[in-house]
């Protein structure tokens, strides 16, 4: 495997979040996570086959086998083409890193896929938002009124500052592409079997654990940036943020999850949390935040801002470790 140094790295990473502000998800070549994903659902279909007269403890099993193989073949892959790519020249390997990086993170990917919700609002078009929010959460959005609309963007924004670039950045830091593509991995594994319905609660119940795992301390991370973030926008309360994930962020089902929804949701005065419907059925989940005012479609660009202000702390972070280090 090529190591790099810590100043190698950080100068990955921040080449990483530079390219992933400017370019976003790549359209060619096929993006790593669509990848990662058709080897899940091949895997998917090839292990489960028919699980009648299959124990819990079974079914189980077979899902961790899914795990560990989609770990490891993320791992293993992005060691051969960046070790490949370092062997041919060590700029190379560079800049092959630094992109396969970039691939992990989605700050600019989050950013559009919200601003596809707000403007349709904007427009007064509830029909469009509804559509752009179903591309984004697992809720019915058929009879989404303009501000659950809203409250469905800035959670999922909320909690991605979390998936979608802090956990990943922090990987990349300790084992730079292979062990951010790992971390991608098991979030994807997570994001498609890791659910607690009938048909992967026990199944899914390995990579819905793993990504807990991972996201851990990332989580609590992303609370105290988001706080500093809250301090650094105008009209944004960074105390309130901190009371709200330390009042708040422990009722999330999610262990990590209630951590960054709290945090926006405290600092910017709204209630994040509520009724949600999945195929129809009634579902309250954990309010977060107190609701000092009445959510509107502009907290979505709000909650973007917090999102970037995260992301340039953490290039400021970075950088500034690099140059201490020279």
């Given amino acids: ?56 403890g079974q079914i189980k099993g077979t899902g961790m086998f899914l795990t560990a193989v989609i770990l490891l073949v993320s791992f293993g892959s992005m060691w051969g083409i960046t070790a490949a ?13 630094a992109w396969y990086i970039s691939t992990t993170i989605a700050v600019k990917g989050l950013k559009d896929a919200a601003m596809l919700v707000y403007r349709p609002l904007i427009a007064d078009n509830i029909g469009e938002a509804r559509k752009y929010v179903g591309y984004i959460v697992g809720r019915d959005t ?6 659950e609309a809203s409250r469905a963007a800035v959670e999922t924004v909320a909690e991605n500052t979390v ?3 802090v956990s990943p950045i922090l990987f990349a830091l300790l084992g730079a592409a292979p062990l951010a593509m790992l971390y991608r991995a098991a979030n994807t594994l997570d994001s498609m079997v890791g659910y607690r319905n009938n048909t992967y609660v026990n199944f899914g119940w390995c990579s819905a654990r ?5 996201n851990y301390v990332p989580a609590r991370i992303t609370g105290l940036m988001l706080t500093l973030a809250a301090l650094l926008n105008k009209g944004m309360s960074a105390a309130r943020s901190w009371s709200s994930v330390r009042r708040f962020a422990r ?44 959510m509107v479609p ?18 400021a972070g970075v950088l500034g470790v690099w140059l201490c280090l020279r």
């Fill in 251 to 294: 009722f999330h089902p999610s262990p990590n999850s209630g951590i960054p929804e709290s945090a926006v949701a405290g600092a910017l005065g709204i209630e994040l949390g509520g009724l949600n419907y999945y195929f129809g059925q009634p579902s309250e989940r954990a309010r977060m935040g107190w609701p000092l005012r009445t």
């Fill in 142 to 147: 058929e009879h989404l009124t303009p501000s």
């Fill in 298 to 315: 502009y907290d979505i660009v709000l909650s973007v801002r917090l999102l970037y202000t995260v992301s340039i702390l953490m290039m």
């Fill in 210 to 214: 793993t990504d807990d795992v991972l």
């Fill in 1 to 56: 495997m090529i190591f790099y140094s810590l100043q190698e790295t950080l100068l990955l990473i921040a080449a990483a979040i530079a390219i992933d502000w400017i370019i976003g998800d790549p359209k060619w070549p096929t993006h790593p996570v669509i990848w990662i994903g058709r080897l899940i659902r091949m895997l998917e279909k090839l292990l489960r086959g028919k699980e009648e007269g299959r124990s819990a």
């Fill in 85 to 97: 790519a370092a062997w041919i020249h060590p700029w190379l390997g560079y800049a092959v890193s």
């Fill in 163 to 165: 998936d979608a670039f």
